[in-house]
Each structure stands twice: as structure tokens, then as C-alpha cells.
């Protein structure tokens, strides 16, 4: 899958660590390191951490080269 | 250009050129849309460049998420080189030509690279700005450089001095200033981070630049500084900022120069006689224009928001059939940093302001909420580590409502307005 977070709105809620916690974790108190990357079998995990997001800060797709591309 | 558009063309397969290739189609548009990048990567995220990628954790692949319908053509790894206005078409380096309805133009900017080519080639030194760069630059932290030295006061700085500490790197930062960020975030703000990254075992060296370096068989060995002193490295790091793509619009007509691409507040690229250039416009860091939240003064905004809001608009105004029908650009710049374990946020724009005052926490805390004001007006807000805060003072900035917002409160007896 690809991730990415904006990290404007981001507040620290930490909603993501809790839905996914291999993926998403704090440095301090509020700066939010992620993976951009994740393994499609993590795909549930990360969706969740998308709806659990009270800030609506995550996008994440599944992971598809030819995604969004014309055939 | 009432014409609804059948060819849309974007030159920058970036943040802002893939975020305006998702806001055209989901207004809608289902003509062909083709996205043009110089690099061969398909659009990617930088701000983890500096931070996590190059400290080695999680993924170094920060290539955007694409949503499955986007139906985008991407021609990378050729750059555009020649606008032609009165034909309406797009040059690209491998020799094609791409007509276009409408033209995004993101080309945005790259790392100023440092000024002796000769020293700028040497093994050992770097600039940071592309996912390559990342790669090469984290391939040699990973291998323990005996001290890096980093020379550039602003944020890409701070935030790789950052990552060399948790990698038990020793880093001197070199800082041509009296004070680091001082231009973004005011001298006490950027005061209390030079003093955050000393604690940190940063050997941080303000006013100070270097004179010469040192190589044995091409590979860096050391620098001297201006004041003599000589500091043995084998990694150096110039964050001494970006120029502007701009080069490849010589000619076009476009008024286009260092300072950026001059658009009008609808995001479209004006002439040099000043007129519209019609259906061309423009989109994140390369883009210059009238901020509405400073009177109108010109401004580029290097910052992933204004990318990504600045895209989005200018997409909706290439839809939008003509001028009575766009929406301004009026996005409210904002940035964050991660460093030291510290985040820290901006809303609006710091720089100028004459003000400064603790809204929320204290400097001596590291945790505190900042406003600036400047003419008695509110500017802009800064957290560091609170960032649940910094939202609320949006809209006092929007209306640059007076400053300082409020004094004598019963929960804030002693606001003190400073000098920031």
C-alpha cells in the first residue's frame, strides 16, 4: 500500500498508533513517524487507522504500480 | 477559454501535480490528462527525506498513494524544455511535443548546489532535495561517517542534525546567521531550537561558513572554516536552499525569473506585458503570488500545504470556464517540522513580523503556543508540541484581528508582548 499523512493536520490524537501499531508511531510527544509503505497484508490495520483518524490526516491506497494510470 | 478542456497537461509528476490531477477528476474532467516528470519516479513525498528515510526506519519508497481512477498518463524522466503559447504546446527532452487546453506548470524547485563545482563534486558531499539524494545520502549516515558537517541554518538542517544524533552521528551545523530559523520563526523561537539541538550534542556554529574544503582522491577529508579553524569530515551536507525551475520558460513569454512564476490570484501565469497567458497556470513552489493574507504582496511558499491547496485550485479554476467563475488562492501558509523529537508548526507567515507573545505554555516548557503580530495585527502562531492549539488562531489571522488577541485574562495575567 502507499500512505501519507498530512502532517498540517495531524494533532497527535495517536488514534493510528492504536489501529496500527507496526506502522505508525510517536517520536515525543507529537511527531508522527509512519510507514509510506506497508505490506498489502496490513492493509486492514491501516484502514482502520484511516477511519480512526478524528483529523482525517491519512490517504492510503492499495499498492498498485499502474494505479491511476492510463492502460 | 470557455471551451471545456480536452487535453490537460501537468509539467511536475510531484505533490502538487498529483494533487491536481485528483481534483480534475473529481470535478469531472474525463479528457486525457498527462502528467510530465524530469525525474523517473512516479510522484513521491518528500518531508520524510530528511527525517525518517534517512534515519533508515520503516520504508524509503514514499511514493504518493494514487487512487485507482485517476486515469493519468505519466511521461517521466524527460523534462519539459520549451513552452510555446501561441501554439499551445510543451516541449519534452526526448523530442516530443505535447499539445495542450489547459497546462499546470509545478516544475518547483531544486537544492542550490554549492558554489565551488569543484568542491561541489568531491565523494562525501551531498545536497538534500530528491528521493536519489535521500538514498545516497542515508547510504553513507548508515555507514557511520567519522562527523558530518552540515552548513545551512534552515529547516532540512535542523532536521538532519536531528536524524544524525538518533544515529549517534557527531554533526556541527554551520550557521551563517546569529540566530538559526530566525527568518521563519523569529529569533526567540529559533533561539530556543539552536539551544534544543546543542543539548542534543549538536556542535552548533552560529555565524560561521566555511572557507575551503580538503579531499584526497577526490573523496572530502575536511573543511576550513572563515575564522581558520579546521574540522576533519567525510560527509558534508549543503542545505543552503533552492533555485527555482524556471529555465526551460526562457522565451515562452512568461514572467518568469529566481523569485518564481508570476500567476494572478486565480493561479493563472500572467505574461510579460502582464495579460493572462490563457490556459496555462500555475501551482507550488515554483508559483509566485499576490498573498491576500499580506495586503497582496507577492510570495512563493516552499511548503507541502501550499503545494497541495495551491494544485487543487488551480485545478478547479482550469474547469471553471472563465475568470467570473475561479476562486482565489487564498490559502493560509502553513509547515511543520520534526526535529529533536520536537514538532513544531507555523500558521501564516512569520517573517516580518514586529510582535511576539506566549499564548499558551512557556519558552523554558518547550511546550508552548506563540502569536505574532506585526502593526498591531495577528500574523501568524507557532507551536511546539501543541499542536492541538494552533488550529484556534486560524481564523484571528485570516482577519488579522488585533494583537495581541486578548491581555489581562484571568488565565493569562502576565502576557508579555516581546520582540520576536
Known amino acids: 500500500m502507499k500512505v501519507v499523512v498530512d502532517l498540517n493536520r495531524c494533532q ?14 510517536l517520536h515525543g510527544r507529537e511527531a508522527l513517524v509512519y510507514d509510506p509503505s506497508p505490506d498489502e497484508a496490513a492493509r486492514a490495520e491501516i484502514e482502520r487507522a484511516v477511519h480512526a483518524c478524528p483529523v482525517r490526516a491519512i490517504t492510503a491506497y492499495p499498492d498498485d504500480t499502474a494505479a491511476g494510470e492510463v492502460a | 477559454m470557455t471551451a471545456q ?59 504518493l498513494p494514487r487512487p485507482p481512477g485517476l486515469r493519468a498518463e505519466f511521461r517521466l524522466g524527460r523534462p519539459a524544455t520549451r513552452l510555446d503559447l501561441s501554439e499551445r504546446t ?39 532535495r530528491g528521493r536519489d539524494d535521500a538514498q545516497r545520502l542515508g547510504a553513507c549516515l548508515q555507514a557511520k561517517p ?49 539551544e534544543v539541538a546543542r543539548e542534543r550534542g549538536v556542535d552548533l556554529r552560529l555565524e560561521s561558513e566555511i572557507e575551503r574544503m580538503e579531499a584526497e582522491n577526490g573523496r572530502l577529508v575536511a573543511v576550513t572554516l572563515k575564522d581558520g579553524e579546521r574540522i576533519e569530515t567525510d560527509c558534508l551536507v549543503a542545505a543552503i536552499g533552492t533555485l527555482r525551475n524556471v529555465e526551460w520558460l526562457a522565451g515562452s ?39 491576500p493574507h499580506d495586503d497582496d504582496a507577492l510570495v512563493a511558499v516552499e511548503h507541502w500545504g501550499n503545494a497541495r491547496a495551491q494544485a487543487e485550485t488551480a485545478a478547479v479554476n482550469m474547469l471553471a470556464g472563465d475568470a467570473s467563475a475561479m476562486r482565489r488562492h487564498d490559502h493560509l501558509p502553513d509547515f511543520w517540522s520534526q526535529q ?81
Not at chain 2, 552540515?150 to 546569529?178: K, M
Not at chain 2, 511546539?384 to 484571568?410: G, N, T
Open chain 2, 340 to 420: 529533536f523529537g520536537l514538532t513544531i508548526k507555523l500558521v501564516g507567515l512569520a517573517d516580518g513580523a514586529d510582535s511576539f507573545a506566549v499564548m499558551h505554555g512557556a519558552l523554558e516548557e518547550r511546550r508552548l503556543v506563540a502569536a505574532f503580530g506585526k502593526d498591531g495585527r495577528t500574523i501568524a502562531a507557532a507551536s511546539i508540541d501543541s499542536a492541538r492549539w494552533l488550529p484556534a488562531y486560524k481564523a484571528a489571522i485570516r482577519e488579522r484581528a488585533p494583537f495581541p488577541l486578548i491581555a489581562d485574562a484571568v488565565d493569562q495575567p502576565r502576557l508579555l508582548v516581546q520582540e520576536p
Open chain 1, 12 to 25: 497527535g490524537y495517536a488514534q493510528c498508533l492504536y489501529a496500527a501499531p507496526h506502522h505508525f508511531a
Open chain 2, 146 to 194: 567519522r562527523r558530518v558537517v552540515l552548513v545551512g541554518g534552515g529547516f532540512i538542517g535542523f532536521e538532519v542534525a536531528s536524524t544524525c544524533r538518533d544515529l549517534d552521528i557527531p554533526v556541527t551545523l554551520l550557521v551563517r546567521d546569529a540566530v538559526p530559523l530566525a527568518a521563519a520563526l523569529g529569533a526567540r523561537l529559533g533561539g530556543l531550537i539552536g
Open chain 2, 253 to 291: 513569454g512568461v514572467q518568469a525569473d529566481a523569485k518564481g512564476l508570476r500567476c494572478d490570484a486565480f493561479c493563472r501565469v500572467l505574461r510579460e506585458d502582464g495579460r493572462v497567458a490563457e490556459g496555462v497556470f500555475a501551482a507550488g513552489d515554483v508559483a509566485r503570488w499576490p498573498n
Open chain 2, 90 to 128: 510543451v516541449a519534452l527532452g526526448d523530442g516530443s511535443c505535447l499539445p495542450y487546453d489547459r497546462l499546470l506548470i509545478a516544475t518547483g524547485t531544486r537544492a542550490r548546489p554549492w558554489p565551488d563545482p569543484e568542491e561541489a563534486v568531491l565523494d562525501g558531499v551531498f545536497t538534500l
Open chain 2, 5 to 63: 478542456p480536452e487535453r490537460i497537461v501537468v509539467i511536475g509528476a510531484s505533490l502538487a501535480g498529483l494533487a491536481a490531477a485528483q481534483r480534475l477528476r473529481e470535478r469531472g474532467f474525463s479528457g486525457a490528462l498527462t502528467l510530465v516528470g524530469d525525474e523517473p519516479h512516479p510522484p513521491y513525498d518528500r518531508p520524510p527525506l530528511s527525517k525518517q528515510v534517512l534515519r533508515g526506519l520503516y520504508s524509503a519508497d514514499t511514493t
